[in-house]
């Protein structure tokens, strides 16, 4: 038992713990009677948390419900469904201590870094609140006669109006701010919520949904039909996640992931997408770096959180004349990285699973077969799951990891002849997620950012994705669409139009 009720709920708390499906607005077990675990990445004989397995016929109830809900959703006045999501955001914030640990368990983030991500979401969501009341309460009036050949007869009222039901689908390394950057939006524009979590991190993404349920239940009690409008679904994204994305009720999916996003894009119907999936976000290093700020935004940018996040810097390009430098000051920071437990806020705790450990090792490997090299003050070593930081010198152009994605706590360096063939190197790669340039000439940096094929570039920073207010977006295999509050307010939302015909034009005076 924990010390908050509505957390409770969500859960056995007298039983094995497992977390409930939350399905037409009520916590149920799956009719399977079937429970997934997820197991702890440190640990990996430990079970970290279990949900249900849920049928195709549990999906469609929710999405029954939820389709139902959403009509009486959607009339909720929007500053009303504001006070909602701040209400749930209390709920989360006040929760923060007893979800951290859920968090730190199922995905190796250490406590510190597990509830900021928590607070990060409380803010977001009471942000979405206010910033839905001034995207959505306005529109714009069109007049005819600014159209050859017309008078003004015609006045387009243009309002945006709800999707329906969206399929949200977060990512394991941000489990509760990447499903609140879906789930708030999506509620605040009056649309329904059919939220998948990951595997790895479902009962943090439960824990978010919890809260969020608890403050639809204070407003309109227990037994409402209107608390179908969030539904979670839990099970294996490769057996109901194609239900999700293909369902005749399914109005938009919001996903962000890996490549698994473009076979979900290419399979779905005629449905709007958000895809903010995988990214090999270059740091190109040029000859007038300031080389102190260069590395230390390059051991931030690459290591935080062991390197699982879509914006870590994940490849280096420098100049020759800077080459050396960089790469051993680099080398310093990195050695004196602690590797441990994420309980213990190790600034480098274990990799999601053994597929993704074996995955960078292959790649530092292949790395070091054409010619690159572990730096002596950060050799390679792996016990299980866990991977120490290693930065590689001396690695190839032709190399994998120059190209794609590691996902964890190895960093490339590359030597470049020029900035020129930085920016080719970087712009040759199937991703643009983010970019970053280190230079101190401003319009030189301008320059490079307007060259690299990239949705955002960062100029002498790491890649970000927050603020949560700034646009985020990929180009090429890195997405579809922008997120950001605002950015997801618009892409949840479609317009609609209301034309008012005047039997003769009609000059309004002041
Ligand atoms: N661009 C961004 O905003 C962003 C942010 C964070 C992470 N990422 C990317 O996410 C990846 C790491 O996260 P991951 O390992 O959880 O990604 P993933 O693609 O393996 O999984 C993402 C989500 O998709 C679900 N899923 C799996 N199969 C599915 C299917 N057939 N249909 C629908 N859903 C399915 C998973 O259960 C999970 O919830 C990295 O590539 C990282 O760069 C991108």
Not at 129 to 142: C, D, K, N, Q, W
Not at 164 to 190: D, E, H, M, R, V
Not at 202 to 212: D, E, G, K, N, Q
């Amino acid at each position: 038992m924990g010390a908050h009720k509505w957390l409770d709920a969500a859960r056995d708390v007298d039983g094995t713990g497992e977390y409930y499906a939350l399905i037409a607005g009520k916590y149920i077990k799956a009719s399977s009677g079937q429970t997934i675990p997820a197991y702890k990445p440190q640990e990996p004989e430990a079970v970290a948390s279990l949900v249900q397995a849920c049928s195709a016929a549990e999906i469609d109830a929710a999405f029954a419900a939820a389709t139902a809900a959403q009509k009486k959703w959607r009339c909720v006045p929007l500053w009303k469904r504001g006070v909602i999501l701040k209400n749930a955001a209390q709920y989360l914030r006040a929760a923060a201590d007893e979800i951290a640990p859920v968090i730190t368990a199922e995905v190796s983030k250490s406590i510190k870094a597990a509830r900021d991500e928590v607070i990060r979401t409380v803010d977001l969501l009471e942000y979405t609140a206010e910033e839905a009341i001034r995207v959505l309460s306005v529109g714009e009036m069109v007049t005819s006669d600014a159209f050859p050949h017309n008078g003004r007869n015609k006045l387009s009222l243009v309002q945006r109006v709800p999707l329906g039901t969206i399929t949200c689908i977060p990512p394991f390394n941000y489990p509760i701010n990447l499903a609140g950057s879906k789930i708030g939006p999506a509620l605040a524009a009056g649309n329904a919520a059919m939220v998948k979590p990951p595997s790895s991190g479902a009962a943090s993404t439960a824990s978010l949904c919890a809260a969020v349920h608890q403050a639809l239940v204070d407003e309109f009690g227990p037994d409402s039909d209107i608390l179908a409008v969030m539904s979670l679904v839990t099970g294996r994204g490769r057996e109901i996640g194609d239900l999700l994305t293909t369902h005749p009720s399914a109005a938009a999916t919001s996903f962000t992931g890996g490549s698994t996003g473009i076979s979900v894009a290419k399979k779905a119907g005629m449905i709007p997408m958000q895809m903010e999936l995988g990214g090999n976000d270059p740091a190109v290093v040029a000859e007038d770096a300031d080389v102190a700020l260069t590395v230390s935004q390059i051991v931030k940018g690459a290591f935080s959180y062991q390197g699982q996040r879509c914006t870590a810097v994940k490849v280096v390009f420098v100049v020759e004349s800077l080459y050396d430098e960089v790469v051993a000051k680099v080398a310093d920071k990195v050695a004196a990285l602690t590797v441990g437990r994420p309980e213990d806020n190790s600034d480098i705790a274990a990799v999601i699973s053994k597929s993704s450990a074996d995955w960078i090792q292959s790649l530092f490997e292949d790395a070091v077969a054409k010619g690159g090299n572990a730096h002596a003050k950060t050799p390679w070593k792996r016990e299980n799951n866990l991977i120490w930081p290693v930065v590689i010198e001396n690695v190839s152009k032709d190399a994998t990891i120059t190209h794609e994605e590691q996902f964890g706590p190895i960093l490339p360096f590359v030597k470049v002849a020029s900035v020129d063939e930085a920016i080719e190197l970087a712009n040759s790669c199937k991703f643009g997620l983010q970019a970053s340039v280190f230079t101190k000439g401003a319009e030189r940096a301008i320059q490079i950012a307007d060259r690299l094929e990239a949705g955002t570039v960062q100029i002498n920073g790491a890649p970000s994705r927050g603020p949560d207010n700034f646009p985020f977006q990929g180009t090429k295999e890195s997405g579809i669409g922008s997120q950001g509050v605002k950015y997801s307010l618009l892409a949840m939302t479609k317009i609609k139009s209301t034309v008012i015909n005047l039997p003769e034009p009609s000059y309004s005076v002041a």
